[in-house]
Structures are given as structure tokens and as C-alpha cells.
């Protein structure tokens, strides 16, 4: 059974840092490109970042660009994001997403949440102004 189990959310102020994990069973975990989503209350699903499974590829919505930083441990099956400077629109629920990779997309980063396979259950992150 696969599961992604995301932990590191809780409440900060504005302008402090989260890093969140998801640690990952049940699958091939270097087999996958991981991203991470996040879902504010009455907004949709929005992409975060990714990263492949070559570990060489980065993808990040512009909103957290130069802020939040995506990484991942194969051998601990473990996703990773840094969170700094935190700002009160960053405040959702962030989701961990795998994506089965072969070939061609060895390298590849998706934003596109259609094209992931398997999802957490979430951690809310929630920041203060």
C-alpha cells in the first residue's frame, strides 16, 4: 500500500520558516518525481514546487521562488521543503505528490497535479500576520 505521510506544518509568524517532510512507503521511491501542492480555504489545488527523480531538475510556482526549496533523500524516501520567509499568503494545506518517471521524463518537474499518481493527506501550514 502506498502511502505519503506529511509532517513539519504547524502556525509561524510572518517572515519565519517551516520545513516540511514527507516520507513515502509502499513504492520505488527513486522511481518517482515528487512535487508538493497547496490548497488555501475557497481557492484550488495551486503547484508549489518539484523535483525529479534525477535529483538534478527544480521546479517552483514563481510565488516561492528564491523562499521555499524542494529536496528529497532516496535513501530515506523522504521529500523535503524548506519554507523561509513566510508570508501570510502562503497559509494552506501542502500536499506531498508522487509521479511515476521512466524514460525520457527522467528529468522532468510537472505542475500540472493531473499527472501525479499518488497524494498525502496534507499538513496545514498556517501564517500569522
Known amino acids: 500500500q502506498v502511502q505519503l505521510v506529511e509532517s513539519g506544518g504547524g502556525l509561524v509568524q510572518v517572515g519565519g520558516s517551516l520545513r516540511l517532510s514527507c516520507a513515502v512507503s509502499?513504492?520505488?521511491?527513486?522511481?518517482?518525481?515528487m512535487g508538493w501542492f497547496r490548497q488555501a480555504p475557497g481557492k484550488e489545488r495551486e503547484f508549489v514546487a518539484a523535483i525529479s527523480r534525477s535529483l538534478t531538475n527544480t521546479n517552483y510556482d514563481d510565488s516561492v521562488k528564491g523562499r521555499f526549496t524542494i529536496s528529497r533523500e532516496n535513501t530515506e524516501n523522504t521529500v523535503y521543503m524548506q519554507m523561509n520567509s513566510l508570508k501570510p499568503e502562503d497559509t494552506a494545506v501542502y500536499y506531498c505528490t508522487a509521479k511515476f518517471t521512466v524514460g525520457d521524463s527522467y528529468y522532468d518537474t510537472p505542475i500540472n497535479g493531473r499527472e501525479y499518481d499518488y497524494w498525502g493527506q496534507g499538513t496545514q501550514v498556517t501564517v500569522s500576520s
Open positions: 509502499g513504492l520505488t521511491f527513486r522511481w518517482y518525481a
